[in-house]
């Protein structure tokens, strides 16, 4: 289910849409907003995969190193998608601007 999620997310930062007027930017910022809030309500669901991860590995569950891989891959692919959400924050606040 973490995987379908980070990858509709990581499919809506492909966007190079930067806007062509200051509506289009406004919006593309309100969108923009949405995402954020949907990575923060996410983050609550990714910090528990996390801790019930740890719990099974620190166990020595039978699948300890696929958790573990499991659980780093996810880890990784939040902090990039954290990344790219701010670099495209930026992008479009720098694009509103040109705008204004």
């Known amino acids: 289910q973490a995987d379908t999620w980070m990858a509709k997310q ?3 930062l492909i966007n190079q849409d930067l806007g ?9 910022i309100k969108k923009h ?3 954020e809030k ?3 309500a996410q983050e609550e669901k990714i910090k528990a995969l996390d801790e019930f991860a740890t719990k099974l590995i620190e166990g ?3 699948a300890a190193d696929d ?3 499991r659980r780093a891959l996810l880890l990784e692919r939040r902090a990039l998608l954290m990344e790219k959400s701010a670099v ?3 992008m479009l606040e720098d694009s509103y ?3 204004q």
Not at 20 to 28: I, Q
């Open 88 to 90: 495209r924050r930026t």
């Open 33 to 35: 907003e949405d995402f």
């Open 20 to 28: 062509d007027s200051l509506d289009s930017v406004e919006a593309l």
């Open 67 to 69: 958790v573990a891989q």
């Open 60 to 62: 020595q569950h039978y």
């Open 97 to 99: 601007k040109f705008q």
């Open 38 to 40: 949907s990575l923060a």
């Open 10 to 12: 990581e499919a809506f």
